[in-house]
């Protein structure tokens, strides 16, 4: 019998809630000179949280859609006022932060449909989406030219403009099961919760899938899917909690399956 062990890799990370204003303190004065606020601070202690235990790392999260937002420059009390006009210096300000911490890792944002903006300028709903995704796919070209490996989004429900721009190696979008047919109409890599493993044997009957990330994975999750999977095409994955963020990477890195040979 052996022990199988797989990658971890983040979706990135809730906002944090259990901040330590001592050390938030002294790390401001560590950053005098520097462009800095408190979603600077969110990225760096959320990404160094990851570092021991996650082997793809993912700074950003849910929390990051204001610094995306503010990215547009057209926004305003979540209304769109004029035309798009992006200004990603603040993004890649953070992307060079992450870099310093760790080189070529993923960033989590929310999907143009899950920022949640309104429109008050356009006039018209698909050419908002388109606009809205042509601006933010070109938000993410300037990360990864700046270093970022690549784009998780996450939605509760996807839009087929959103993933007809969001498709490809350098995209993992992160979906409720119940959308995982729409998603493997555009990807063949899927993220699913260790309740919808149930599911492979009907997905992999229509689709093609390549890898596959279980969401707080448990052995027994895990066992299903080996079913199905080489151990070298899954991964285990999460998005960290407002608290105890180490902890929950530890735990994960330590789901582990006996098997016998």
């Known amino acids: 019998m052996r022990k199988l062990t797989f990658p971890v890799r983040s979706l990135g990370s809730a906002l944090p809630s259990d901040i330590d204003t001592s050390a938030l303190t002294e790390w401001i004065r560590s950053r005098y000179g520097k462009e800095t606020d408190l979603t600077t601070w969110n990225v760096e202690t959320t990404l ?3 570092l021991p235990f996650v082997e793809i790392p993912a700074a950003g999260g849910a929390f990051y859609s204001d610094r995306i937002v503010d990215a547009f420059n057209n926004v305003e009390d979540g209304k769109i006022i004029r035309d798009f006009d992006p200004k990603p210096h603040a993004l890649l300000e953070d992307a060079a932060l992450a870099n310093s911490i760790k080189k070529h890792c993923w960033w989590s944002i929310p999907s143009p449909s899950a920022l949640k903006i309104e429109d008050a300028y356009i006039g018209d709903a698909d050419e908002c989406r388109v606009s809205l995704s042509e601006t933010l ?4 070209r300037e990360m990864r030219d ?3 490996a690549g784009h998780i989004l996450t939605t509760e429900e996807p839009e087929n403009i959103e993933l007809e721009y969001f498709s490809g190696k350098r995209y993992l979008w992160v979906v409720p099961d119940s ?3 729409t ?3 555009v990807q063949r890599d ?3 919760t260790r309740e919808g493993v149930s599911r492979l044997s009907d997905l992999m009957d229509t689709y093609e899938i390549r890898n596959i990330c279980v969401r707080d994975a448990d052995p027994e999750s895990l066992s299903a899917v080996l ?3 080489d151990p070298e095409n899954i991964n285990i994955c999460g998005t960290a909690p ?3 963020r180490v902890s929950y990477w530890e735990n994960l890195s330590r789901v582990s399956v006996n098997k016998t040979d």
């Open 137 to 140: 796919k070109s938000l993410c």
């Open 179 to 181: 959308y995982l047919e």
């Open 48 to 50: 160094k949280d990851q």
């Open 183 to 185: 998603i493997l109409e």
């Open 146 to 148: 700046a270093g970022i």
């Open 242 to 244: 407002e608290k105890g």
């Open 227 to 229: 079913t199905y999977f």
């Open 190 to 192: 899927i993220v699913i």
